[in-house]
């Protein structure tokens, strides 16, 4: 069961669920796969929803064989085309509830922490100018394993020095959804329930959110 009082820490996913680069990813990917005269669109897109940059280009070459260079050759264009397009971020991109929320968990004394899986969490972090609101970041360079493995999630509560069962997670992805539950979190899922439906909490967004909303629903969901 949910003790309230023994939450000290929530772990945030960043694409998807602080900001919208999840449509950047996708815009990113959709223009390597039209060069390379991959198949690819936003259905397929979602499947790769919190993959590390890796597996989603394997998920999107599937049984085509390329060369380890021709594989990293496509992550670098992929790469530039999204850190091209994170570029005029700013904190007019954080999505609503969010800073709300941070600041709330502060008041409280329970800490904030980032478990993405992307390497280019910490730049947008700063674009987004709330580096001051998160006490650890745990992103794509902490960790080996990515999502669905509870590595990057288990991390994030190691540097704030809390046990996973004193922690939540806010995620958008099923993979996501999944390493959180694999970490032994507690896992609140933003989006539909096809997606996040794993979740022992799900919403459709941080929008209006407080923190009793999220300890009361967490109250009510069963444990596992
Ligand atoms: C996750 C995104 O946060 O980061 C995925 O949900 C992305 O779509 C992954 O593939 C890795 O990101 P990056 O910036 O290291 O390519
Ligand atoms: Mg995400």
New binding site residues.
């Given amino acids: 069961m949910f003790n309230p009082s023994e939450l000290k820490g929530v772990i945030f ?4 669920v602080l900001t919208d ?2 449509e950047f ?2 815009q ?2 959709q223009q390597l796969a039209d060069e390379t005269g991959l198949p690819f669109d936003r259905e397929a897109n979602e499947a ?6 890796r ?2 280009l394997m998920r999107i070459l599937g049984d085509r064989t390329f060369s380890e260079e021709a594989i990293q050759s496509m ?1 670098d264009k ?2 530039g085309y ?2 091209a397009l994170i570029q005029n971020i700013t904190a007019a991109e954080l999505l609503p509830g969010s800073v709300a929320l941070l600041d709330e968990l502060r008041q409280a004394g329970i800490k904030a922490a980032i478990g ?6 910490r730049t947008i972090i700063d674009k987004l100018g709330i580096g001051d609101r998160i006490d650890a970041i745990s ?2 360079y902490s960790v080996s394993n ?2 669905p493995a509870p590595d990057v999630f288990l991390h994030a509560a190691g540097l704030l020095g809390l046990e996973p069962s004193q922690c939540a997670v806010v995620e ?2 099923g ?2 959804v999944e390493a959180a539950l694999a970490a032994g979190m507690w896992a609140i899922g933003l989006g539909p329930a096809e997606r996040v439906g794993a979740a022992h909490v799900v919403l459709p967004s941080l929008d209006g959110i407080t923190l009793t909303d999220l300890t009361s629903k967490l109250a009510q969901a069963q444990p596992g």
Wanted: aromatic share 8%.
């Fill in positions: 996913d960043l694409d998807g680069t999840a990813h996708y990113a990917w790769l929803r919190g993959l590390s940059r597996e989603s992550m992929k790469n999204y850190v993405s899986g992307s390497k280019n969490a992103d794509g990515s999502k958008d992805a993979a996501g």
